[in-house]
């Protein structure tokens, strides 16, 4: 069964309140449980260190990685080219750093998976095949959709004359 052109859209935003509530309700109450558990085997004070080391060595991280990630770009512009992966590696690369600086360990692996360059290369290759090449997910170099396979962006033909 085929589905309407933009169901993929329409399906993600349904899904929306529900992404919502998992951000603003299950991360915290992750965090609070990770906290209390590193906190119960290793101490307080050993957990709160631990969660300032891991900010500060994130921002270490991201500042050496943004400044290469910013050479790309700049590298990229100057051969004419669009920067479209570096600016989303860098995008990721925030994302990475904003993560870092939540407090918390599972905020933190999610923030040092995105400065991890293979992962993150990964990553917005997918981001760039499916939702702005319109290409399945799948390995480089994986062909096109099929026509009409009811994914992707529709093309319409037809003829356009302004009458005034």
Same mark, same amino acid.
């Given at each position: 069964?085929?589905?309407?052109?933009?169901?993929?859209?329409?399906?993600?935003?349904?899904?929306?309140?529900?992404?919502?509530?998992?951000?603003?309700?299950?991360?915290?109450?992750?965090?609070?449980?990770?906290?209390?558990?590193?906190?119960?085997?290793?101490?307080?004070?050993? $957990?709160?260190?631990?969660?300032?080391?891991?900010?500060?060595?994130?921002?270490?991280?991201?500042?050496?990685?943004?400044?290469?990630?910013?050479?790309?770009?700049?590298?990229?512009?100057?051969?004419?080219?669009?920067?479209?992966?570096?600016?989303?590696?860098?995008?990721?690369?925030?994302?990475?750093?904003?993560?870092?600086?939540?407090?918390?360990?599972?905020?933190?692996?999610?923030?040092?998976?995105?400065?991890?360059?293979?992962?993150?290369?990964?990553?917005?290759?997918?981001?760039?095949?499916?939702?702005?090449?319109?290409?399945?997910?799948?390995?480089?170099?994986?062909?096109?959709?099929?026509?009409?396979?009811?994914?992707?962006?529709? $093309?319409?033909?037809?003829?356009?004359?302004?009458?005034?």
């Amino acid at each position: 069964m085929q589905s309407a052109p933009g169901g993929e859209y329409v399906a993600g935003m349904r899904a929306l309140p529900f992404l919502t509530l998992l951000l603003f309700l299950g991360i915290p109450l992750i965090e609070i449980y990770l906290l209390i558990q590193v906190g119960g085997w290793i101490g307080a004070l050993p $957990t709160v260190f631990l969660v300032v080391f891991t900010a500060v060595l994130g921002v270490l991280l991201l500042r050496q990685q943004g400044f290469a990630a910013l050479q790309r770009v700049q590298a990229a512009m100057a051969q004419g080219q669009i920067p479209a992966m570096e600016l989303l590696e860098a995008m990721l690369l925030t994302l990475g750093g904003i993560l870092l600086l939540v407090p918390g360990f599972f905020t933190d692996a999610l923030g040092f998976l995105c400065l991890i360059p293979p992962l993150r290369r990964w990553l917005v290759r997918g981001l760039l095949d499916r939702y702005f090449l319109g290409r399945p997910p799948g390995p480089p170099g994986a062909g096109p959709r099929a026509p009409g396979s009811g994914s992707g962006p529709v $093309t319409l033909e037809g003829e356009f004359k302004r009458e005034e």
